[in-house]
């Protein structure tokens, strides 16, 4: 495939290794081809890298340079197969920075950014590359390509064009200036953001301060403290293992006034690590990159290729569910007012107290808050339940490696195989946080699958998430939202190791698509069948009892108008500042006030990220894409449809078509013709309406 980083920034000092002690620059030599990662050391990377752009630049040339007439082979199938080495140090590379990253690992990224940018447009950039895919692109239908080929050819001569082949000549040196800068501050966001998360700790001394907490969050807030040398001290910081339990359990108002900011200002407080000025530049810099492109706007830019393609299409769902949501959010703090009024607690509802109060109402209203759910969920149950579902739909199996290659020490490696013993992947799971991680869940890989000569080489899969931590004897017990995340997570597993197309290109698919596979696992979640399995209590071995899954089903719509008002609000202040132009000056904290105030978002609520911390579109790829979780919930509720209408939910005829029609799929075809094949129709509302309680 060919490998174009100029999206992702990473940071060092000029290193010197040879090729021979190089583990990049060989076979590895280890089970499954993983990467070695004990043996690859800091040293290693921007050697490897600089090779590898090398390498693939020679590619290239011996493709221009070729005299015979281009050919879907001599063209396209050589540019795909180019970039080899340079694959290979970018997915152990670019992986560890987010998931173990080191000062070093930055400062390696921080050389070796500007040189992939300008590594990628010295390819997209070329005219006589760029012609001879043109020349196939225009004789596409002569061509006798089967569906995967022509669409290779199609998505490579829309690589080209999005990647600045016909920006005029005089302004392609612009362009270039625009993609490094881009490259180096989503570098810089990232970075800051690690920082401020790893620097905010809000410690407690006096265990009065502790009231109301349980005592799960007591030990692990104690266990966090000792290990940073402060014994006899509880300590939480901005993981949401540590933050959220705080919130929602703590009696002592001003701590959680404190903690919340902390969290809410994240990287907006006026010192070496405020984003603000980042954000400003990337808007203005992706808008003024998407107008040399020919589009008026950077949302117009990214929608181009993703099934909304329009921005219009986007605000037209956001806006269909803010107005109930919104509703219903005011109807939710209108009662948490009451409750507070009740309580004589003489103020006025605000945002640190939003969690705290939903709880007590919850609670109240059906005997049930988290804490009745959390000892029923230890994370090693929820990891045989959501192997357990994969097998029933699938027919796939797990087997744990103790002898495979780590990257780091906790990390845990399975073996993916097939009903019929085919080897389908390598899949690992890092579960819990540390100052190396950054914060939240993905899903990204080591190597993707495709296929060689028609033999599939398998995909090594990794799932990253930051759940509650194990303390003295007790398991990590996992609430339901981390439950959610890990089968969320595993859906985006499960999509990769399945992928049965020949080429990595193909295997890839629209940002508002690829939610998909991952939250119609949710739905399984939270099924009575999946939770009789896997849910048992720690202690006792005893399943969880039908009593709290009735509670948890008749308390499934709680809380929604507030769930789905930050994350619309999230969604639409990403689709706000990428439809600006290429000639609007943004001011980051004005724009995001502005961005709010016109859609009426009360004063209790924030959006879920605020733009200083709002990782998704500044440093992870979703720029005027965050929209896409929503846009895929109307997808994933209609599809879990389809399998309840069956009254099996996990009918084996639908999950068949599921994984042929979608899983194994990738991006061969158009998402949506896709999802009709699956399901029959195109999806609608509805389920999505019905499953947040909004309609």
């Excluded at 493709?63 to 795909?80: C, Q, S, W």
């Excluded at 085919?422 to 190396?436: E, F, K």
């Excluded at 019905?690 to 309609?695: A, E, Q, T, V």
Aim: glycine share 6%; proline share 4%; aromatic share 12%.
């Amino acid at each position: 495939m060919i490998v174009l980083f100029a999206g992702l920034a990473l940071t060092s000092c000029k290193q010197n290794t040879s090729s021979n002690d190089n583990p990049f620059f060989s076979e590895y030599n280890t089970p499954f081809g993983i990467p070695p990662f004990e043996k690859i050391e800091n040293k290693h990377y921007l050697p490897a890298f600089e090779e590898g752009m090398k390498q693939q630049a020679d590619a290239v040339k011996a493709i221009v340079d070729n005299k015979e007439a281009p050919t879907f082979a001599n063209t396209i199938e050589a540019l795909e197969n180019s970039g080899d080495l340079l694959t290979r140090v970018g997915s152990v590379f670019f992986n560890l920075t987010e998931a173990n990253t080191n000062d070093s690992l930055q400062s390696i990224a921080e050389v070796v950014s500007p040189k992939l940018s300008k590594h990628s447009d010295d390819i997209n950039l070329n005219q006589k590359l760029f012609a001879k895919v043109k020349t196939l692109y225009d004789q596409r239908d002569g061509l006798g390509l089967n569906d995967e080929q022509m669409r290779l050819l199609d998505k490579t001569y829309k690589r080209f064009v999005r990647g600045g082949a016909n920006v005029a000549a005089d302004k392609q040196e612009r362009f270039r200036k625009v993609n490094e800068d881009l490259s180096t501050l989503g570098l810089a966001f990232g970075k800051n953001q690690l920082a401020e998360n790893n620097a905010f700790k809000l410690v407690i001394e006096n265990e009065a301060d502790l009231k109301g907490l349980p005592e799960s969050i007591i030990v692990a807030a104690a266990s966090d403290a000792k290990a940073q040398q402060m014994e006899g001290k509880w300590l939480f910081t901005m993981d949401k293992s540590s933050w959220i339990p705080f919130l929602t359990y703590s009696e002592n108002r001003p701590l959680r006034e404190k903690l919340y900011k902390g969290w809410m200002n994240r990287a907006n407080n006026n010192n070496e690590n405020d984003n603000k000025e980042v954000v400003a530049k990337m808007v203005t810099l992706r808008a003024e990159r998407a107008s040399l492109l020919g589009f008026p706007t950077h949302a117009d830019f990214i929608l181009d290729v993703n099934m909304a393609k329009k921005p219009a299409a986007v605000y037209n769902l956001l806006n269909q569910l803010w107005t109930p949501a919104l509703a219903k959010a005011k109807v939710e703090a209108a009662d948490m007012q009451k409750m507070i009024d009740a309580e004589g607690g003489n103020f006025k509802l605000a945002s640190w107290d939003w969690w705290y109060y939903a709880e007590k109402i919850r609670k109240q209203r059906f005997d049930l808050d988290e804490e009745m759910l959390r000892p029923y969920f230890p994370l090693d149950k929820v990891i045989e339940g959501v192997f357990y579902t994969a097998k029933k739909l699938y027919g796939l199996t797990f087997t744990e490696r103790t002898d495979l290659p780590k990257y780091q020490e906790d990390v845990h490696a399975y073996e993916v195989k097939d009903g019929d013993g085919t080897l389908m992947g390598i899949l690992y799971m890092d579960y819990h946080p540390r100052a190396s991680k950054r914060g939240g869940a993905w899903c990204t890989s080591f190597r993707e699958a495709k296929k060689v000569n028609g033999e599939r080489i398998i995909p090594i899969t990794s799932i990253v998430c930051n759940f509650s931590k194990p303390t003295g004897d007790t398991p990590a017990l996992l609430n339901f939202d981390e439950v959610s995340t890990l089968f969320h997570e595993f859906g985006h597993g499960l999509h990769g190791l399945l992928n049965q197309c020949t080429y990595e290109t193909t295997g890839g698919v629209p940002r508002d698509f690829v939610e998909l596979p991952s939250q119609i696992m949710e739905h399984w979640a939270a099924e009575p069948e999946v939770l009789q399995f896997f849910a048992h209590h720690y202690k006792t071995g005893e399943v969880i009892p039908q009593a709290l899954i009735t509670k948890m089903e008749k308390s499934g719509t709680f809380n929604q108008g507030f769930t789905t008002v930050e994350f619309i609000a999230a969604a639409i202040l990403d689709m706000d500042y990428h439809t600006i132009d290429a000639n609007t000056t943004v001011e980051t904290a004005s724009f995001e006030k502005a961005s709010m105030d016109k859609i009426g978002l009360i004063a209790e609520i924030i959006p879920r990220y605020r733009s200083t911390y709002f990782s998704h579109i500044f440093d992870g790829g979703y720029s005027a894409g965050y929209y896409g979780y929503l846009w895929a919930e109307v997808l994933d509720a209609d599809a879990f449809e389809a399998f309840k209408e069956t009254g099996d939910i996990f009918n084996p005829e639908k999950a068949k078509a599921f994984r042929t029609e979608i899983l194994e799929k990738g991006g061969i075809y158009e998402a949506m013709d896709m999802y009709k094949k699956f399901r029959g129709h195109e999806p609608t509302i509805d389920a999505l309406l019905k499953n947040r309680g909004l309609k």
